[in-house]
């Protein structure tokens, strides 16, 4: 059946359940406007209805400004738009119905952006790591190798510093977390019926004392805040004022895996731009979503669809969205009562990593008890990693966290399917030049190899060349430049190809020379150092800031002094010592040793 299918298709058609097209018998639209505009001047201009008018001020934080407006007459959005013409007005919409309209775009200046010291309720943070007892056995194999995201302490660190924003609408299981507060939008309270939330903020960062034990996340020092929206259906506004109410609080990082799919709508598609653009104090705030499980297919067909809808919200190009993996690494598939082999999430070419969504531990137990996480979990573990990934480098832009993600995933498993799984269920069979799938993304996120690129640059380019085991020993070690500068060079490497080809050169000549130290003879001497300076000189031609400049001007000045020839002679041997005895270092298991010689040079 699918030979001839090629290798990027699978049967991509979902279900869409549509809004009704009715009008609404009354009025609840969202007025979006340039400036704050007073209740009053609302009252007044919507006098014309006929029938009482309710207005309530969701958010008035630049650049936005919503206004919701309720009455029992009915009126259409644009009827509304007319009547309030004179009250600088971007957008009225819905505020119960999905439309796929974008907004009119956002006007964002320096300084709209989110600092949490501005915010009246501040959000404290952890500002040193803790020790924490944890294991990668039993149900924890998703902080582990082999399908895991590959965390080591020793570089990936634990998060502290960091914020981490989780949505959701359910509050049971909260008294065994440590949550800096929890935020009502939409709602007065939240039903406390399952734990969903709980988890998410668990298995991202961990719970308190449970039997004895911490369970640990995968960011264990993270502070987290708690977004309670409604439950679906109520309103499509609530998500995209959580999202911005987080930005603009000071979240890192923010997380939402219940179901909001129905809920696009010019609201969203601000929330999201003002994550993008403002939050972070300006270098963006990722959002994380989870593909979801909608298995529903049309009426002519005999397989599940399985297929992310380009109209919902974890389609958006802004959205991280993350796809559940199995042990072992592949995509989650699990066998029913029946024996059969099924997927666990949806595919589509918005899917961007995959993350573990197998049998993981379950956080509020003594014992090591397994639970399905789906791409929920998946989704927040996946939020952990960045948290670890931005504590490691603070840094980073959006873009530029993108960069190192995509640099560092590891490629999913392809391993045998049951012979009881449905073919067209596991498609599609391949990936995209780019390395895509529309059932795993770019790749699974390994944190340990995105942290070290993340926060030094010699580590950055070994890890491009396959050397993880070599920059988590170089990370270790005491380098011969300042953290803030490393992180900077970090930055600068993302986003410029011909500089990172620069260092590799550096790097791959270190590599043959330390294979056979008998070539260094057939160099000049002073070559490599000269290759350095011009690495450094094109460096600070790139606008660094003033403590990294002059950092960067000494170390320039040290290399171009031609009485230091005796030092350049010392630096060239040392970096040979960091890749000596490589060539014997193919098999992982003679790997240790060497690294642990490494950080004894």
């Not at 179901?259 to 003002?274: C, F, I, N, Q, R």
């Not at 260092?503 to 160099?523: E, K, M, T």
């Amino acid at each position: 059946m699918t030979s001839s299918r090629a290798a990027w298709d699978f049967p991509y058609q979902p279900t869409r359940k549509d809004s009704p097209a009715a009008q609404d018998a009354s009025l609840d639209v969202v007025v979006a406007t340039n400036a704050e505009v007073d209740a009053a001047a609302f009252a007044k201009a919507l006098e014309g209805l006929g029938a009482p008018v309710s207005v309530e001020t969701l958010i008035a934080r630049a650049p936005l400004y919503w206004t919701r407006v309720r009455s029992s007459a009915p009126a259409t959005p644009n009827e509304i738009a007319a009547q309030l013409s004179n009250l600088h007005v971007r957008y009225v919409a819905s505020a119960q119905r999905e439309t796929m309209l974008a907004a009119p775009a956002l006007t964002v200046s320096a300084t709209q952006r989110a600092r949490p010291s501005s915010n009246g309720d501040p959000w404290t943070v952890r500002a040193g790591a803790r020790s924490h007892s944890e294991s990668t056995t039993g149900g924890r194999w998703f902080l582990g190798d082999g399908g895991g995201v590959v965390v080591d302490r020793r570089v990936c660190g634990t998060g502290a510093g960091t914020r981490l924003a989780v949505i959701d609408n359910e509050t049971a299981d909260l008294e065994h977390l440590e949550l800096d507060g929890v935020v009502y939008v939409g709602v007065e309270s939240a039903p406390a019926t399952t734990g969903h939330a709980a988890l998410m903020v668990a298995w991202s960062t961990g719970a308190a004392p449970v039997g004895g034990a911490r369970f640990v996340g995968v960011a264990p020092d993270a502070s987290v805040r708690l977004y309670c929206i409604p439950k679906p259906g109520v309103d499509v506004v609530s998500l995209p004022l959580a999202i911005a109410k987080a930005v603009f609080d000071g979240a890192d990082v923010v997380v939402c895996a219940t179901y909001v799919e129905g809920t696009v709508s010019p609201m969203l598609d601000d929330a999201l731009d003002v994550a993008t653009h403002l939050g972070r104090r300006g270098r963006g705030t990722p959002v994380v979503l989870p593909t979801g499980r909608e298995a529903a297919s049309p009426g002519d067909s005999i397989h599940a669809s399985l297929s992310l809808d380009l109209g919902d919200p974890a389609s958006d190009a802004r959205i991280h969205c993350i796809a559940p993996g199995g042990r072992g690494g592949g995509w989650f598939l699990w066998r029913n009562a029946r024996g059969k082999v099924r997927p666990f999430a949806n595919r589509g070419p918005a899917v961007r990593w995959m993350t573990p969504g197998d049998d993981i531990s379950y956080p509020f137990s003594s014992r090591d008890r397994l639970f399905h996480s789906e791409s929920s979990g998946a989704s927040a573990i996946a939020a952990g990693v960045i948290l670890l990934v931005l504590g490691c480098n603070p840094g980073l832009h959006l873009h530029e966290l993108h960069a190192v993600l995509e640099r560092t995933v590891d490629a999913p498993s392809d391993a045998a399917v049951d012979s009881l799984v449905d073919p067209a269920d596991i498609l599609p069979r391949g990936y995209d030049r780019d390395g895509h799938s529309a059932k795993s993304g770019y790749g699974r996120l390994n944190a340990t190899r995105a942290c070290v690129a993340a926060r030094d640059p010699i580590a950055l380019e070994l890890v491009a060349m396959g050397h993880d085991d070599l920059a988590v020993a170089w990370c270790r070690r005491r380098r011969p430049y300042s953290k803030r500068a490393g992180r900077w060079v970090v930055r600068r490497l993302l986003t410029r190809p011909d500089l990172a080809h620069g260092v590799r050169i550096l790097l791959r000549h270190v590599r043959l020379v330390a294979a056979a130290p008998s070539r260094a003879a057939g160099h000049a001497r002073g070559a490599s150092v000269r290759e350095l300076a011009i690495v450094l000189r094109a460096l600070l031609r790139t606008s660094p800031p003033a403590v990294v400049h002059d950092e960067l001007s000494h170390l320039l000045d040290h290399l171009t002094d031609a009485a230091s020839a005796e030092a350049h002679a010392a630096m060239e041997h040392a970096a040979h010592a960091l890749f000596r005895d490589l060539d014997r270092t193919a098999s992982s298991a003679t790997r240790e040793p060497i690294l642990n010689a490494t950080l004894r040079s």
